[in-house]
């Protein structure tokens, strides 16, 4: 079985469930989605519906597609849909893959929320489809997110300058960070004993 099979599976502990979103996730992530906040430093601006339903449409076609696999963040607590993030860039013949696409609700920060689907995400990665590398990248500006991610133990490597566009033309300078298959261990302890990961609408 390929990673992208592998991948697209129901993900869950006692706190948050992952699953391949499909078209029935529309509404109940429409509800959470129209918050500004969680768009500030994405490659995408969700303003309106419209904009919204352009979003979830890409996010189904990059799943049709196989070029990622896109997970509906559920809160087990409440029972409601907190967001998304995605396994996207798997480049399985290096054993390598990204987790990002983050992204949620305004209810759902600084709850554990995040917290609990990184450790599923990472847990997966590392320890069912053998990644040897999973890496994050999120706008050098977006210092919330950064923060985050360095206090999970994820090692940041460095900027690549001028990497794309964001809404409104700026072009954003990428940031790239990584948890290698020998540091997953202190990684994991880390969210398993609590060291939050900053709840950044995004990243």
């Given at each position: 079985?390929?990673?992208?099979?592998?991948?697209?599976?129901?993900?869950?502990?006692?706190?948050?469930?992952?699953?391949?979103?499909?078209?029935?996730?529309?509404?109940?992530?429409?509800?959470?989605?129209?918050?500004?906040?969680?768009?500030?430093?994405?490659?995408?601006?969700?303003?309106?519906?419209?904009?919204?339903?352009?979003?979830?449409?890409?996010?189904?076609?990059?799943?049709?597609?196989?070029?990622r696999v896109?997970?509906?963040?559920?809160?087990?607590?409440?029972?409601?849909?907190?967001?998304?993030?995605?396994?996207?860039?798997?480049?399985?013949?290096d054993r390598?893959?990204?987790?990002?696409?983050?992204?949620?609700?305004?209810?759902?920060?600084?709850?554990?929320?995040?917290?609990?689907?990184?450790?599923?995400?990472?847990?997966?990665?590392?320890?069912?489809?053998?990644?040897?590398?999973?890496?994050?990248?999120?706008?050098?500006?977006?210092?919330?997110?950064?923060?985050?991610?360095?206090?999970?133990?994820?090692?940041?490597?460095?900027?690549?300058?001028?990497?794309?566009?964001?809404?409104?033309?700026?072009?954003?300078?990428?940031?790239?960070?990584?948890?290698?298959?020998?540091?997953?261990?202190?990684?994991?302890?880390?969210?398993?004993?609590g060291v939050?990961?900053?709840?950044?609408?995004?990243?």
């Open positions: 079985m390929n990673w992208n099979d592998s991948a697209a599976t129901t993900l869950e502990n006692e706190h948050v469930r992952l699953r391949p979103v499909t078209e029935q996730d529309r509404e109940a992530l429409h509800a959470v989605a129209l918050d500004p906040d969680i768009w500030r430093y994405f490659v995408s601006r969700v303003d309106t519906s419209e904009d919204y339903h352009a979003f979830f449409d890409a996010a189904l076609a990059d799943q049709r597609a196989g070029r896109v997970f509906v963040v559920v809160d087990k607590s409440t029972g409601r849909a907190a967001g998304s993030m995605s396994f996207g860039n798997m480049a399985e013949a390598r893959l990204e987790i990002g696409w983050s992204w949620l609700g305004r209810d759902f920060r600084g709850k554990g929320v995040n917290r609990w689907a990184k450790y599923l995400l990472l847990r997966h990665a590392m320890e069912v489809l053998g990644a040897e590398r999973v890496e994050f990248k999120t706008d050098i500006l977006n210092e919330q997110a950064r923060r985050g991610l360095r206090n999970i133990g994820a090692v940041e490597e460095g900027t690549l300058r001028s990497f794309n566009f964001m809404p409104g033309g700026r072009r954003r300078d990428a940031i790239f960070y990584s948890v290698l298959r020998a540091e997953w261990p202190g990684v994991k302890e880390r969210l398993l004993t939050e990961p900053a709840d950044a609408p995004a990243a």
